[in-house]
């Protein structure tokens, strides 16, 4: 399953949030954001960390993209 966190960036550039607070304030690890920066899939743990982080609806920050599409 192809995934695109694409959203969740322009998101954060929007609130003026760079990638590292999201490490710094333990919404998840180095590894995952490496992870996240390739589009591959992580907990559903993590984005609803996220999520609740930045007080919006998975959607907000992620979509699945058909299958052998990528973003």
Do not use: H
Not at 26 to 35: N, Q, W, Y
Not at 44 to 53: A, P
Request: hydrophobic share 40%.
């Amino acid at each position: 399953m192809d995934v695109s966190y694409k959203k969740l960036w322009i998101m954060l550039i929007e609130k003026g949030i760079k990638k590292d607070q999201l490490i710094t304030d333990g919404m998840f690890s180095r590894a995952t954001l490496t992870k996240m920066n390739k589009n591959e899939n992580v907990a559903l743990s993590v984005l609803v960390n996220i999520c609740r982080y930045l007080k919006c609806d998975i959607g907000d920050i992620m979509e699945v993209l058909p299958e052998g599409d990528t973003d």
